[in-house]
C-alpha cells in the first residue's frame, strides 16, 4: 500500500509538468504569425519609392522626400528597402519620413 502511495506521490507532478508543457506547446502554436510583406519602400532615384514586396514597380514615388536629406539610419534603411505589412504600416513609416 505504502509503495502504491509512493508511486502516486511521485508520478502525479511529473503528470502535471508534462500537462503544463503541453498547454504551453499548444499555445505557443496557435500564437498569431506576423502578417507576411506587402510592399517595400526604397530609394528610386533620391527619393523613396514604393514597390510590391518582391520588388515590381515603383507603384508610386513621393517627390516631396529627398532620401540624402533625411537621418543617416532612415536614408540606410531605404537604400536596403523597408518592408511592410500593410497601408496603416505605409502610412506610419510616411509620416516618419515627413510626409
Known sequence: MRENFRRCAVMLP??????????????????????????????????????????????A???EIYTRLL????YLNLQQGILLADEAELQARLEDLGL
Open 14 to 59: 511529473l503528470l502535471a509538468g508534462v500537462a503544463l508543457l503541453l498547454a504551453l506547446l499548444v499555445l505557443w502554436a496557435r500564437r498569431p504569425q506576423p502578417a507576411a510583406p506587402r510592399y517595400m519602400l526604397r530609394d528610386n532615384g533620391g527619393h523613396p519609392a514604393l514597390y510590391t514586396a518582391d520588388g515590381a514597380g515603383p507603384l
Open 61 to 63: 514615388q513621393y517627390d
Open 71 to 74: 537621418p543617416e539610419s532612415d
